[in-house]
């Protein structure tokens, strides 16, 4: 099955506009809340969207390594914490769940979270993604 990867240029790049902006935990609009997921990981600079697994996955990337990945009929968009420590915090406080198939470092995020909360989480993966990438690459990315 072939790859689909999808630059999102800058122009494209929305401010955060979506419905669901100042909606409270528990709203019940999934597909909407997956709407405003990809719309967080759209704005992030060089942003890259694909579908590697085929079947309907959000899985967004930063010079070829994600940062957050929804599931084809997932309710989470899972996403890299800092530590392993950090996600351990978060699944014992209720914020998150372990993130399957990934690093202990990842969580899952319910789509339903508060929206405040999945942009902090998603712009935390894409930074500790994009800092960790080779400074070569770094350099070809468009700017913070």
């Given at each position: 099955?072939?790859?689909?990867?999808?630059?999102v240029?800058?122009?494209?790049?929305p401010?955060?506009?979506?419905?669901?902006?100042y909606?409270?935990r528990?709203?019940?609009?999934?597909?909407?809340?997956?709407?405003?997921?990809?719309?967080i990981c759209?704005?992030q600079?060089?942003a890259?969207?694909s579908d590697p697994w085929?079947?309907?996955?959000?899985c967004?990337k930063i010079?070829g390594k994600?940062?957050?990945v929804?599931g084809?009929?997932?309710?989470?968009?899972?996403?890299k914490?800092?530590s392993?420590e950090m996600?351990?915090?978060?699944?014992e406080?209720g914020v998150a769940?372990?993130?399957a198939y990934?690093h202990?470092?990842?969580?899952a995020?319910?789509l339903?979270?508060?929206?405040?909360?999945l942009?902090h989480r998603?712009?935390?993966?894409?930074?500790?993604?994009?800092g960790?990438?080779?400074?070569k690459?770094q350099?070809?990315l468009?700017p913070?």
């Amino acid at each position: 099955m072939m790859q689909r990867v999808v630059a999102v240029p800058a122009f494209m790049r929305p401010a955060l506009t979506h419905c669901l902006a100042y909606a409270k935990r528990g709203c019940k609009t999934w597909s909407m809340s997956r709407e405003l997921v990809n719309e967080i990981c759209a704005a992030q600079p060089g942003a890259e969207w694909s579908d590697p697994w085929g079947g309907g996955h959000d899985c967004w990337k930063i010079g070829g390594k994600t940062f957050a990945v929804t599931g084809a009929v997932g309710t989470h968009v899972s996403v890299k914490t800092d530590s392993t420590e950090m996600a351990e915090f978060l699944i014992e406080t209720g914020v998150a769940e372990r993130a399957a198939y990934l690093h202990r470092s990842w969580v899952a995020l319910p789509l339903d979270s508060a929206p405040d909360e999945l942009a902090h989480r998603i712009r935390h993966s894409y930074r500790l993604v994009r800092g960790a990438l080779p400074k070569k690459v770094q350099a070809a990315l468009p700017p913070l």
